[in-house]
T-cell receptor, first 109, second 115 residues
C-alpha cells in the first residue's frame, strides 16, 4: 500500500464546476504539499499545509490531521486548470517528499 | 530573481555515456532536492543536499548515480554509464534556510532520453 493515496485517478469536469481532489496518507507527517504539473511541463507548488485550511485565488486546500486526509478544491473551474495534481508529504524536518501518483484533471469548456 | 534553473532541458545519451544535469537554486536558497519521474510513474525522492554536504541520499541508486552541491556553482546530478531505464524527467527543487519542512520551488526539469 502506498503511503500517499489520491482519488479519483482521473477526473473530467465541465467548466465552472466545483472540483474536489482527495489525498489520504498513512504516516505521520510534518507537512503536506499540493503540486500542479502541466503536460510535459514543470511542477508548481500550490500549497504547503500542516493544519487547517489555506486559500489562494480559486484554490482551497484543507487538511485533517486526525483522519490523515487532505482535499484540494477548485472553485469555478476553467480549462486552464487542466493538469496533474499531486499530493506529497514530508515526514521529517526537511522537504524530502513522498508523492502520490497524481490525479489528471481535465476541464472541458 | 530567477527561479530554479535546470539545464539542459533535454538531453539525449547513448547507452554507456555519462549524463550531467545541473541545477541552480533560487537566490538565497541553500537546500537542494533532486527528484526523478519515470515514464508513467510518480515522482520519487533521490537526494537532499546543502552546500558541500549530502544530507540524505536514501533515494539514489547504489551505483552509477552521484550528486554534489559545491560551495560555488550549481548542484550537479551525474549518471555514469547510462542505461535505457535511466530515461526520465529529473526535477530539482530548492528551499530557503532554516532546515525544516519548507515550501519548495521546482525547476522545469531535465528530460533524459537514453537511446
Amino acid at each position: 500500500k502506498n503511503e500517499v493515496e489520491q482519488s479519483p485517478q482521473n477526473l473530467t469536469a465541465q467548466e465552472g464546476e466545483f472540483i474536489t481532489i482527495n489525498c489520504s496518507y498513512s504516516v505521520g507527517i510534518s507537512a503536506l504539499h499540493w503540486l500542479q504539473q502541466h503536460p510535459g511541463g514543470g511542477i508548481v507548488s500550490l500549497f504547503m499545509l500542516s493544519s487547517g485550511k489555506k486559500k489562494h485565488g480559486r484554490l482551497i486546500a484543507t487538511i485533517n490531521i486526525q483522519e490523515k486526509h487532505s482535499s484540494l478544491h477548485i472553485t469555478a473551474s476553467h480549462p486552464r486548470d487542466s493538469a496533474v495534481y499531486i499530493c506529497a508529504v514530508s515526514t521529517g524536518a526537511n522537504s524530502k517528499l513522498t508523492f502520490g501518483k497524481g490525479i489528471t484533471l481535465s476541464v472541458r469548456p | 530573481n530567477a527561479g530554479v534553473m535546470q539545464n539542459p532541458r533535454h538531453l539525449v545519451r547513448r547507452r554507456g555515456q555519462e549524463a550531467r544535469l545541473r541545477c541552480s537554486p533560487m537566490k538565497g536558497h541553500s537546500h537542494v532536492y533532486w527528484y526523478r519521474q519515470l515514464p508513467e510513474e510518480g515522482l520519487k525522492f533521490m537526494v537532499y543536499l546543502q552546500k558541500e554536504n549530502i544530507i540524505d541520499e536514501s533515494g539514489m541508486p547504489k551505483e552509477r548515480f552521484s550528486a554534489e552541491f559545491p560551495k560555488e556553482g550549481p548542484s550537479i546530478l551525474r549518471i555514469q554509464q547510462v542505461v535505457r531505464g535511466d530515461s526520465a524527467a529529473y526535477f530539482c527543487a530548492s528551499s530557503p534556510p532554516p532546515a525544516g519542512a519548507n515550501v519548495l520551488t521546482f525547476g522545469a526539469g531535465s528530460r533524459l532520453t537514453v537511446l
